[in-house]
């Protein structure tokens, strides 16, 4: 059975796996990112490379960055945490390990995983929204991810959700990850906090003042019942699904992956999601609900993913 | 050559026309539509059909409506205007004129029209946005039209732009449509002329008064200098520029057209979404700017995308 | 016992009065507003009060007219109507009557014949809000009629209450008065009307046609249920509560008197003003309630207060 | 010369001071809050005023306290920082001190000390407006200080500024003091470093990170040009010179004072204050403009307000 390498380069570290045709990772290699030397990173990626092409036949490599890449999939045109601009990491790597590359934005990789091996199998019209800093946008149209007429599809996190709404870091105001992100989710629960320490007991006992409450401890009191964490859940609830009811009404898709570091907490908001999503989908009535799911294969879907997308078929 | 028919099915009358591989129109039939009674319909666009096929040797039939289509281009889903609920209007109408049929939704066929013969000729992706009462959305993905997991794709107008917004025929508020169309410039003139009529002379003075205002009376008066008048294209210009930026953010296109009856004022307004477009599109920059473009068929666009959109390939 | 004259100067009509010293009128003269010769109206005036003072030992005149009057009660800085800047009014009008004469904003005389014979009697503290093509705001603290440090205290219908809302016959975008006033509910009615005719039946039976709807339409669908128009007082009275919750968070009034034109639909909106007031109110549950009523006094309050305000004291 | 003692209870210390019928502070006198012992706060109170009154011949006593004061003076309905409710201070310290107390709200001391000797000597009507955590209003209008109906007047940083927006403490969403006020200054800062740290490296070296940012921290930045923190400044402005255009169109003040913390920084954003709300105000061009200026008493204002109010005139 073929056997595919894929590559997520992170902002602190560069992880590699071998992976199969039906998506299991058979091995794996690890790399810091040399973060403050950009131009060392597709060393770094070919040397994990060349680790596992020593044990294993591979047949060519899918590399996932976070970042613009080119609709020849050859081009970082700009990533903003390796300051890359034109980069051209298709022709680096492929010099380096003498084998076919093939470079995918993270977040796109990540959808295919799903798509392919996770949440989203037997699908074929697929829209998957990583919450984490952002939110990292990907999508399945037809069973073929949908790039773009230039590579720059599927940038989610930036429809414009708030009319002069808050700053966002692409450079406009109001954008969807200002206010359904897991960044979000922890800048709602110290405001909540703030405004009422009364409501936010448990969650205060947790992070000591509002300014030191990140994720986790937003989570754990939201577990516990505290008032000023479940209202910034429903904040991202409710925000998570005017978003997916506007990409309804653009894609229509069949289904609705939500991964990243929030989807951990799924169980919290995500009955909620779907019956505001249904409350909200214009022509709800006339159409059938697309699905709406936690994504099922963790950290792992854009390694695995990057690797099915070097895959010639 | 094959040839095609094409049928528009308008709220008032029914337009077929037959149509050239080309897509030039050859001859033309009209019938009204038989609003009162939607069951007949299918008998009026027979009868127009067969009038056609008695002069011209044609292949196939393609049918555009207002209204949700399924995804197998048989069945009417839902149209607000006649009343149709299910209607399985390619089997009926099939049956009586002996010619493969399919059904598309009207906005989907102009997009499919002017993709092939007009302002969009020559590109891959294209984002078709057609201003009157509301918007009539279509989009062309790699060469193909794109119609979601059950035909709903498209519905570009009901995207929230304003939360808590206006309310929107579809049962939401908000809805971009409201913002960006025919209908929006001109409740934006009449609120800009009672506001302060003394910014609303010219205009005023076509209408008689606030609430008397029309379309054509806020293009006359904006090409006369009107102040209201100009004001309210700039707000349309705005918001559509608003819309289209958060679509590339999805689709990132090769080019937008314009259409619909607005678009005739397109020297008015269309600059304007050019600059405001390429000032707020996440990403800029970084990335290659789509092309606005009007419309280029006018009305017949939805017949000929119809005539060729049944055309086998 | 102390006569005085009242006068209400309004855009087509000039209407006097002789007021007694507990707010009946016992006379009445009337004279069309010289509109398109501002400098007639003060001849206007002295007419109609000579004819009255014929009748009626009267001691002074009161003056209420639209736009801003200045603190000395003198001058009309700017009235929007009558196209006067920096009118000497008072001296003009005392000139050819040969009394003691003042100026009030007509609305602070609507409040003032409010607070002292109508819906204000026994209050100190009272924030009157007419309600017709915008609001007409008056404000009574500790017993006094407030002006401002320049006579522009009470111009509560330009509170901004949505950012970049809609544009205002002021100038900003957003007022207060472009979401609750007689003008506010006909422009939902309408937008409500236009976008689901389905539950406007009764509304459109009345009208005809969504841009035909007027003020008394809307009252009487709601009368009979249509769901509408009911829609478009909920709209209105949300609105209005919040103005009146941000008015108490700065002037703890003991009550709000609601007037104008539509106040004679109060049955339909005074209870869910109430209700949405207490439940906005910064504070609730720390403080009393402010009671929220009807105007009592019709148009005449004007007159009325313009009358009581001209009395020596 | 009469003496005075002015109190100002804040939530970790009682500043007590004997005040000159100019306004000069001739002695103080500390104490801790005993704020875990709230029933202990007005032995503390009695504790320093009669140290002070030992060494000088005062004729009364003025207490400063946040929270909503009742008309009379007497009672403190509802203190958030000391959990009182319904506290009858005025005759537990009376009865401790044998002189007479009058209560005021804290922000309405400092108000009528700006007035009285500040930034607001030969006013009739002055708006203040202090910048802290929250926003602290107090209004004097006609020479005298404005309490409401029941005292609760002059809560101005709970009027709504943005519909459905940010939480406030006071259990509404999107209050004036949510957008300005230090705190919202803070917030600002943090979201615009986080959305681009780029632009925000003096800011970044200073607090090390966003979520580390302080007020000092912004102000800082600000005087040494970093984008992020001027940014912060101009959203301040924007939003206090709004909320300022609303107090005028109800108020119409001869000056604005703007105190609090923030207040250190007024040469940063001041001007852009004047600006905006020149810009904003409804009639401009009709009226005068009220002055606004920044307060010029310090943290003293509080309590050489509240001695001035206790006494006798």
Chains 1, 2, 3, 4 share one sequence.
Not at 3 to 16: Q, R
Not at 46 to 61: G, I, K, N, T, Y
Not at 98 to 108: K, S
Not at 277 to 295: D, E, M, N, V
Request: negative net charge.
């Amino acid at each position: 059975m073929a056997l595919t390498i894929g590559v997520d380069i992170g902002g602190t570290k560069i992880a590699s796996g071998v992976v199969t045709e039906d998506g299991r990772v058979l091995d794996r290699a690890l790399r810091p990112t040399p973060a403050d030397s950009p131009e060392l990173v597709a060393d770094a990626i070919a040397d994990a490379v060349a680790e596992l092409a020593r044990r294993h036949a591979v047949e060519a490599v899918g590399l996932g960055a976070a970042g613009f890449v080119d609709e020849t999939r050859s081009v970082v045109r700009f990533a903003p945490n390796l300051a890359w601009r034109e980069e051209p990491l298709r022709k680096k790597v492929a010099e380096l390990v003498g084998l076919p590359v093939v470079v995918e934005n993270d977040a796109n990789a990540t959808a295919w995983g799903e798509y392919r091996f996770g949440a989203g199998r037997g699908e074929s019209h697929v829209v998957c929204v990583a919450l984490g800093t952002g939110i990292g946008g990907g999508v399945v149209l037809g069973g073929e991810l949908y790039r773009g007429r230039w590579g720059m599809g599927g940038e989610l996190g930036h429809m414009q959700v708030v009319p002069e709404g808050l700053p966002c870091g692409c450079g406009n105001h109001g954008c969807w990850e200002q206010y359904a992100s897991g960044n979000a989710l922890v800048r709602r629960a110290r405001v909540n906090a703030a405004a009422d320490p009364s409501s936010a007991v448990r969650l205060l006992e947790l992070a000591g003042s509002p300014d030191a409450i990140v994720g986790q401890h937003v989570t754990d009191a939201a577990r516990d019942g505290d008032a000023a964490a479940l209202a910034a859940f429903e904040f991202l609830a409710g925000w998570l699904a005017q978003g997916l009811a506007d990409l309804a009404a653009v894609l229509d898709p069949g289904c609705f992956i939500i991964g990243g570091g929030v989807s951990g907490a799924a169980d919290l908001f995500l009955d909620q999601v779907r019956a505001d999503y249904a409350a909200r989908l214009t022509g709800r009535g006339h159409r059938p609900l697309a699905g709406i799911r936690a994504a099922e294969l963790g950290p792992a879907a854009g390694m695995v993913g990057a690797a099915d997308l070097a895959r010639v078929r």
